[in-house]
Structures are given as C-alpha cells and as structure tokens.
C-alpha cells in the first residue's frame, strides 16, 4: 500500500526552505528515534548539501535505547553531522544543543557574528516542543497531531544564535513503501490520509519478529503467534473486539495496537535499524529502475507502431463517407438509420 500525503502548505515550506537555507550556517533536522531513517527528508539533504547538520532524535524515551546508540554512530559517520538524543523529560540535555551548534561552528563564536540555523522535522517530530523547551516559555504552537506548524518565525535563543523554524514537510512520494507504514504507524501522517489495518498488521508483523516478549507481556498472551493475523485475532478476544460470532474487529483492535505503539505503553521500541535501511535503500533503487526500464520499452514500442503504420503500403484508415457527396449530386438512394424492430420506423442517431 502505498501512504501519500502532502498538503499544498508542505510544498510552499519546501519553496521557502530552499531560498532562505543560503542565508544559514548550520541546520538542524530534528527525527524521530524510532524511525530515524523513515523521518529523514530525503529533500532536506539534497537542499543542505556540505552545510553543517545536527541530527536531534527526538523521543528517545519511547525507542530502544540499543537501536538509539546504534543510529547516532551511523549517522555520525557522516560528513558534518553530529547527533543529540532528547527526550521531554529531560530539558536539561536538550538546551545542551545550543552549545552544540557553537562547538559546530567555532570561528563565529565570540565575535559579533550570528549564527543562523535552521530547525526542519517531518510532521509531529517534536520540533515546536523543542524550541519551547529551548527558549523556556510557549513559543511554538504544539500538539500531538501533524501539520500544527504552518508558517515560518524567526527565534532568538540567545549567545548569538538566530534560530529559523519551519513547518514539518513530508516529501511528494514515499518511495519505500515500509517507510510509508512506518510515518502512519508513528504518527507523522494523518489518520484520515492512512488505512488502519493495513497499517496495524504491517506493525504486528514486525513487532513480532523483533519485540515478541513486549507484546505477550502487554497483551498476557499464553504464547507468542505465529504470524500477525494470529496475534491480532489474540488482541482482539483479550480487549473484545469482537463482532457476532467471535470474529475479530479489524478497525478496532488495530486502532488499539497503533495508538498503545504510539503511546509508549507497549515498551520501547524502535521499528527500524541501519542494516534495515540499506538494504531498503538496494530495494527501492532497483524496483526504481525497473519502472524506468519498462516506461523505457513501453515507450520505444509505442513510437515503433506509430513508424510502422507509417509504413504500410496504402491508405489503410477508413475513408470518409461518400453518401454527403451523392446527397449534395442529387444520386444515390435516400439513406434511411437502422430501424427499430416493429416500429417501421428508423432509430434517430445518437448524438
């Protein structure tokens, strides 16, 4: 199944990222900790080029803290990207990220100049609580929902820095189909724009391969399923989600896996790793170049017709009718429509 969702207001952000980020020294790009590939903006790379990033995975407290440390390694051995892990809980460690953008940027500390970020997240990442945890006081609108942001506004944190916020943007196409489960599954995409069951099941399939001790001891299950139409019908009977004749209420019970997920009430759980990824990243190029490849042939072959029709002796198509010509001469017998059955009468044309 394929999750798409990109308001007119995403690609006006975009539009507006793009002209402003020559203007910024470092860029800050919040993601979430349990899908930090899913939640990384494959356009914000291509727009930030060689310019400083920190990478802050935000609701490090509902991931796995193992999966965490493995994700700062990977992308610390990026090029001009260090990493901050955050949690609401502890403000503390998240204004440490302002002496992080100076230890980033050290010949514009001390003097007169300003340094200028940018702070940019996908939907519901946990930006606008950053920046009020930042500043100390109610800045940015917040909620646990996507797209509260809508415009930019420029914050000053204070020691020099001039921080930029921008609403969260999604991308136009999710290529990576799990990537697209994964932003529903975390709430990055609105419930309306995603089917819940589809997106349960993708959840539970998961989950029980890298997480079965979480939900046997969550859901007091007697053994873990083996696959996740059982785990879900097991969900069902335990929270009674069930229609007449015992049979699992789909909507419901996945509306319960995704929202407990979410909720952190399942555990800590992180629903990808770097080896996932990459391999990910093989799959969706090469299903990439397949559509290419048959857009390609399908293509050729359509301009191949066309040449051959060209080249086939004689006027094949069909000729005009000449009755008009022998009505306008005055020959030719009077050209009666097909007439209707009974009716003595004949049909009128269609228009």
Same mark, same amino acid.
Not at 76 to 85: D, S
């Given at each position: 199944?394929?999750?798409?969702?990109?308001?007119? !207001?995403? !690609? /006006?952000?975009?539009?507006?990222?793009?002209?402003?980020?020559?203007?910024?020294?470092?860029?800050?790009?919040?993601?979430?900790?349990?899908?930090?590939?899913?939640?990384?903006?494959?356009?914000?790379?291509?727009?930030?080029?060689?310019?400083?990033?920190?990478?802050?995975?935000?609701?490090?407290?509902?991931?796995?803290?193992?999966?965490?440390?493995?994700?700062?390694?990977? @992308?610390?051995?990026?090029?001009?990207?260090?990493?901050?892990?955050?949690?609401?809980?502890?403000?503390?460690?998240?204004?440490?990220?302002?002496?992080?953008?100076? =230890?980033?940027?050290?010949?514009?500390?001390?003097?007169?100049?300003?340094?200028?970020?940018?702070?940019?997240?996908?939907?519901?990442?946990?930006?606008?609580?950053?920046?009020?945890?930042?500043?100390?006081?109610?800045?940015?609108?917040?909620?646990?929902?996507?797209?509260?942001?809508?415009?930019?506004?420029?914050?000053?944190?204070?020691?020099?820095?001039?921080?930029? &916020?921008?609403?969260?943007?999604?991308?136009?196409?999710?290529?990576?189909?799990?990537?697209?489960?994964?932003?529903?599954?975390?709430?990055?995409?609105? &419930?309306?724009?995603?089917?819940?069951?589809?997106?349960?099941?993708?959840?539970?399939?998961?989950?029980?391969?890298?997480?079965?001790?979480?939900?046997?001891?969550?859901?007091?299950?007697? !053994?873990?399923?083996?696959?996740?139409?059982?785990?879900?019908?097991?969900?069902?009977?335990?929270?009674?989600?069930?229609?007449?004749?015992?049979?699992?209420?789909? !909507?419901?019970?996945?509306?319960?896996?995704?929202?407990?997920?979410? &909720?952190?009430?399942?555990?800590?759980?992180?629903?990808?790793?770097?080896?996932?990824?990459?391999?990910?990243?093989?799959?969706?190029?090469?299903?990439?170049?397949?559509?290419?490849?048959?857009?390609?042939?399908?293509?050729?072959?359509? =301009? /191949?017709?066309?040449? &051959? @029709?060209?080249?086939?002796?004689?006027?094949?198509?069909?000729?005009?009718?000449?009755?008009?010509?022998? /009505? /306008?001469?005055?020959?030719?017998?009077?050209?009666?429509?097909?007439?209707?059955?009974?009716?003595?009468?004949?049909?009128?044309?269609?228009?």
């Amino acid at each position: 199944m394929s999750i798409q969702w990109y308001p007119g !207001h995403m !690609h /006006k952000a975009q539009k507006e990222i793009k002209e402003v980020l020559p203007q910024v020294d470092l860029l800050i790009e919040v993601l979430d900790a349990r899908i930090p590939y899913s939640s990384e903006n494959p356009h914000i790379a291509e727009l930030r080029g060689d310019k400083p990033c920190i990478k802050v995975l935000s609701k490090t407290d509902l991931a796995d803290p193992e999966m965490t440390a493995q994700w700062q390694e990977y @992308f610390e051995r990026q090029k001009g990207v260090k990493t901050i892990g955050i949690t609401t809980e502890q403000p503390a460690k998240t204004k440490q990220l302002v002496e992080l953008c100076k =230890k980033m940027l050290p010949d514009k500390v001390g003097g007169v100049k300003t340094i200028y970020t940018m702070i940019v997240g996908i939907p519901n990442v946990g930006k606008s609580t950053l920046i009020n945890t930042l500043v100390g006081r109610p800045i940015a609108k917040t909620g646990n929902e996507p797209a509260v942001t809508k415009g930019q506004q420029r914050i000053n944190l204070g020691g020099g820095i001039m921080l930029l &916020d921008t609403p969260g943007i999604l991308w136009p196409k999710v290529e990576n189909p799990k990537s697209g489960y994964r932003l529903a599954a975390s709430g990055a995409i609105k &419930d309306t724009a995603m089917e819940y069951a589809d997106v349960a099941y993708f959840t539970a399939e998961y989950l029980l391969q890298a997480y079965p001790e979480l939900l046997k001891a969550r859901y007091d299950l007697d !053994h873990i399923p083996d696959n996740e139409v059982e785990l879900m019908d097991m969900i069902a009977a335990r929270r009674g989600c069930l229609r007449s004749g015992g049979i699992a209420d789909t !909507h419901k019970v996945s509306e319960i896996l995704i929202n407990e997920l979410r &909720d952190g009430v399942l555990g800590r759980i992180t629903l990808e790793s770097p080896d996932m990824a990459a391999a990910e990243e093989i799959e969706v190029a090469e299903a990439i170049a397949k559509k290419e490849e048959t857009k390609a042939k399908r293509l050729a072959n359509s =301009k /191949k017709g066309t040449r &051959d @029709f060209d080249k086939r002796p004689g006027d094949k198509r069909p000729k005009a009718d000449t009755n008009i010509n022998r /009505k /306008k001469s005055g020959g030719g017998a009077k050209q009666k429509g097909p007439r209707i059955a009974g009716s003595g009468k004949p049909n009128k044309p269609r228009r």
